[in-house]
């Protein structure tokens, strides 16, 4: 099982630079809330609908997990040691939920590799 970033499930979706590597993974990978809504206002920057669009991806095989007040805590906690690299609340969200559930995190950012997270990093490309 993997923990997908937005930019993983995007480059999925517009059949980006590794998103055979995101293909392969749907079936057992999940995704947070935050990472979701950030695929979501992709589309909707694109002129899309976001219901209809949140329609069409649940129907993809992955796991949405919702955002808690504990993810919240745990998203901020990882401000400090990311900050030198800019990752975005929505790249924490995705590293606090990897590390949460002791599973890779997949993205296309090579940032992330740049400090030990305590978390795996898969880059797609």
Do not use: Y
């Not at 293909?23 to 950030?38: D, F, H, K, M, R």
């Not at 990897?98 to 590799?113: F, G, I, Q």
């Amino acid at each position: 099982m993997t923990v997908l970033d937005a930019s993983a499930l995007l480059a999925f979706l517009f059949r980006e630079s590794g998103h055979e590597q995101v293909a392969t993974l749907l079936g057992t990978a999940c995704i947070s809330a935050v990472n979701l809504s950030e695929v979501l206002a992709r589309f909707v920057r694109d002129g899309h609908d976001a219901v209809e669009v949140a329609r069409h991806l649940a129907q993809l095989p992955l796991e949405v997990v919702p955002f808690t007040s504990a993810d919240a805590t745990a998203t901020a906690a990882l401000a400090s040691v990311t900050r030198d690299f800019g990752l975005s609340i929505g790249d924490r969200a995705c590293l606090a939920l990897a590390k949460s559930r002791s599973l890779p995190a997949v993205t296309a950012d090579h940032a992330w590799t740049r400090r030990d997270l305590g978390v795996t990093v898969r880059v797609i490309r």
